[in-house]
């Protein structure tokens, strides 16, 4: 029976390294990235602060407290264990090449899980508190919510409401949605859109303009920059019904991701007739910091 030794383990697992840094995801560079160990990690949120009027001379110090909000970011645990029976022995010589279709593949694996756990944040509910005991929904504009971040499907900037996929509209409504919360200008503005809606965004007449865009959106197909937003094509979105898909536009800064920790072991299974198997573990999170700079769009994908 073949065995893989300490030298060709250790290889593999600085070959799977750097597939995953390596291997492209679309999201990862896209979002504020801390990297740390352990489970949690609390960051802390400075309130909005305001000048108060000096109105005459030597008067009493008008005294603001200094208010902050907590938010945690808390990891996850996931593996991967891909196995093969002991007769396939050209599989375990496939270890040591880096280009081997399982380095690649678990490398693509990897950032597929990074992807998912980005776009999860996006409108999960944010653990909050001094000590990670709360819950801070998405904002929806419910009782007691000063904001609502949800363009709704049938959003429209005038007339009756529709359901519709992206549309200009839907993309102005958002623009506007930034400029309420006074997000600095100079933020990079990020869309994570699917395959549908950049078919929707390509058939807008103004985006395929030169006349207002410097980039024309259907001279290789790739959705361009519009009106201030970057959009990435993902085919990790998520649909609240089978044609309802959730978008989101957000700034870098308003996502939180932890790449966390990466291990790989091999071992030959004595409960499985000494098959192989690769076992990969990676401890991973991302979290929302800024709810005011995540805007969800709805999108109705028959339309």
């Known amino acids: 029976m073949s065995t893989i030794d300490a030298a060709a383990l250790t290889k593999f697992k600085l070959d799977y390294e750097h597939q995953v840094q390596q291997t492209v995801s679309k999201l990862d560079n896209l979002v504020t990235v801390d990297q740390h160990e352990g489970k949690t990690k609390r960051y802390t949120v400075q309130e909005s602060l305001s000048y108060s009027t000096r109105s005459g001379r030597l008067q009493n110090t008008t005294t603001t407290e200094a208010a902050y909000n907590f938010r945690w970011l808390n990891t996850a645990a996931y593996d991967l264990a891909p196995t093969w029976d002991r007769d396939d022995e050209f599989l375990l010589a496939e270890m040591t090449n880096p280009r081997s279709p399982l380095q690649l593949g678990m490398g693509m694996a990897f950032k597929r899980l990074c992807d998912d756990r980005i776009i999860a944040a996006m409108d999960a ?161 991302a979290m929302r910091l800024h709810d005011e700079k995540v805007v969800k769009v709805l999108c109705d994908e028959d339309l």
């Open 125 to 285: 509910a944010a653990v909050t508190g001094e000590d990670g005991t709360g819950s801070t929904a998405f904002p929806s504009g419910a009782s007691g919510e000063s904001l609502d971040q949800i363009i709704d499907v049938n959003a429209v900037e005038t007339g009756s409401a529709a359901d519709s996929n992206l549309t200009l509209g839907k993309i102005r409504l958002t623009n506007k949605l930034f400029l309420d919360n006074d997000v600095d200008p100079g933020e990079r503005k990020i869309w994570i859109i699917g395959p549908s809606q950049a078919q929707a965004l390509q058939r807008i007449d103004v985006y395929n303009s030169i006349d207002y865009n410097v980039r024309r959106g259907l001279m290789d197909g790739t959705p361009v920059p519009f009106m201030g937003f970057e959009f990435v094509v993902s085919t990790r979105l998520s649909s609240a019904t089978g044609n309802i898909r959730s978008t989101f536009a957000y700034c870098p800064s308003s996502i939180i991701f932890n790449p966390g920790t990466r291990d790989v072991d091999y071992s030959e299974r004595t409960d499985k007739r000494h098959d192989r198997q690769i076992y990969s573990y990676a401890r991973l999170g």
